[in-house]
């Protein structure tokens, strides 16, 4: 079974034996969709080093919490694409931090405390917010997590993303629209 020939079906499969820490259904599934997860990884860090990086912390998260897995988190393939994202957007975020420890350390002090989008997937409507995530394109899925769970400014975002200014803001723009219209509903 190729990755493309993947089902939800099986990818279920999998993560149920997974959670029962069968090796070789970890190992089936590492093969059915870590390409893809790399090329989501790749997309937003833009760096191989830290794509790599990303999916190897994305699979041991997988492994250790495929118990934690419900269908109210989506589909199998959109809760570990998700852990993709975070873990991406999450090494991104230590890397910088990292890269600015020899400079000022009272000019980049980041407040700890949990976002609004943290804040927002922990209350009541965190399966609808969860669904609504995932039925937006994932540029524009990409564009909102990395600027309002991680703080980029649309010039850091168009760097990450590889894309215009303009595109940047758009996508972001169009996002929220639906994110608002699919709450609504």
Known sequence: MSQNDASQDDLMRLLIAVSHEDRRAFQQMYELIS???????????????????ALQETFIQIWHHAREYHSDRGTPLGWMMTIARY??????????VRQHAGEDQLEHVEDQ???????????AGATQLTGCLEELSDVQRDSILLSYYKGLTHDELSQALSSPIGTVKSWIRRGLIALKRCLET
Not at 113 to 123: I, N, T, Y
């Open 35 to 53: 390409g893809r997860m790399y090329g989501v990884c790749l997309k937003l860090a833009g760096q191989r080093e830290l794509a790599e990086e």
């Open 87 to 96: 873990r991406t957007l999450d090494l991104m975020r230590a890397r910088k």
């Open 113 to 123: 405390r949990a976002g609004p989008l943290d804040e927002s997937l922990r209350s």
